[in-house]
């Protein structure tokens, strides 16, 4: 059981680039989610799903899509990448809104 | 606005020792409080989830404890170990849809030997 699996774990970019930050899991969640992390503070809401073909945004949408195709997987796409986007990008799941959520190992992304 | 606030920011205890890590939230309104463990370089791990009617929460060494009323949490690690090392983040629920989570900033706790 792999759980949450994010790809790539660590990724450089260069301004203006674009790309995919990739997320799966195998639990058969219905709820996931994506956040990022910046240094000394907390994780900040970027896009979630309830389900498949349901997503929407969150605290800091800015900059990001995301799609939801299948229950399992769901990217975040960075588009015209500026160093602001520099971050961790964490990716979770949960069968609902009220019990925990599971967690990817994230993605380091640093943008120049 | 709404806030989780952890204190201590940092903490330093030896191997063996107990420690408490406290949590004030002015999240309203509030569904749930949750404890997440995070070791470097790695992803969130769900220690505790409480909800507004339960006081006491145990995750084997690791309890919580929630006072809704003065809207504080702490969580208590009994006979810290080695491993205990990470940062310990609080995060409040304001709906049940769990789609608004507020994170607190981390507690950095290091157990020495």
């Known amino acids: 059981n792999a759980g949450v699996t994010q790809t790539p774990k660590f990724r450089i970019l260069k301004i203006g680039q674009s790309m995919t930050l990739q997320c799966t899991q195998d639990?058969?969640?219905?709820?996931m989610y994506w956040y990022r992390q910046d240094p000394g503070m907390g994780l900040k809401l970027i896009y979630y799903?309830?389900?498949?073909?349901?997503?929407d945004k969150g605290e800091v949408p800015n900059g990001y899509n995301v799609s939801r195709s299948t229950t399992e997987d769901f990217p975040l796409r960075l588009e015209l990448a500026a160093p602001s986007q520099t971050s961790v990008y964490f990716c979770?799941?949960?069968?609902?809104?009220?019990?925990?959520?599971?967690f990817g190992q994230g993605t380091r992304l640093t943008v120049v | 606005k709404n806030q989780v606030e952890q204190s201590p920011q940092s903490l330093i205890i030896l191997e063996g020792k107990n420690c408490t890590l406290q949590?004030?939230?002015?999240?309203?309104?509030?569904?749930?409080l949750r404890w997440y463990k995070q070791d470097t370089g790695r992803g969130p791990v769900s220690l505790t989830i409480?909800?507004?009617?339960?006081n006491t929460k145990s995750n084997g060494r690791y309890t919580a404890t929630l006072d809704a009323d003065t809207k504080q949490s702490s969580l208590h690690i009994t006979a810290s170990q080695l491993s205990d090392s990470a940062s310990y983040i609080c995060?409040?629920?304001?709906?049940?849809?769990?789609?608004?989570?507020?994170f607190g900033k981390g507690t950095t706790l290091s157990v020495s030997s």
């Open positions: 979770a799941s949960s069968y609902s809104g009220l019990l925990e959520a599971f």
């Open positions: 639990m058969n969640h219905n709820y």
């Open positions: 799903s309830v389900g498949a073909g349901i997503t």
């Open positions: 949590c004030n939230y002015t999240v309203s309104p509030f569904s749930n």
């Open positions: 409480m909800t507004f009617s339960e």
């Open positions: 995060v409040v629920s304001p709906n049940q849809a769990g789609t608004a989570l507020i």
